[in-house]
């Protein structure tokens, strides 16, 4: 998918799953929500909710996240480079976030 098509799904989400999405993208390994880095007014707990949100969230049938597996506390996410290369999703998802936010 090339970034402009990408760009029209991702224009979508909100800005807490922008923040998320581009923190799982910006990993080159699955990571768990308790290694996010903490979001203004979002509960930690509440991080794991969106990073679920996102895995249910597709683009052409393709999830956005994919569960990779289980720690003893949560689950590691990933970005799903079905759909586009890591970098190009944690760029485009950068790009929306940054003009939403001002």
């Excluded at 402009?4 to 922008?18: A, D, F, P």
């Excluded at 949100?53 to 990933?78: C, F, Q």
């Amino acid at each position: 998918m090339d970034e402009k098509e990408l760009e029209h799904y991702l224009r979508r989400l909100t800005v807490t799953k922008l923040r998320a999405l581009e923190e799982v993208a910006s990993s080159d390994v699955p990571i768990p929500v308790s290694g996010m880095n903490p979001f203004p007014n979002v509960e930690r707990g509440s991080l794991g909710g969106v990073a679920s949100t996102l895995s249910r969230t597709s683009i052409n049938n393709l999830p956005i996240v994919l569960a990779v597996g289980k720690t003893g506390r949560g689950i590691r996410w990933r970005v799903n480079e079905d759909i586009a290369p890591r970098k190009v999703i944690h760029k485009v998802a950068k790009k929306i976030r940054k003009e939403v936010e001002g």
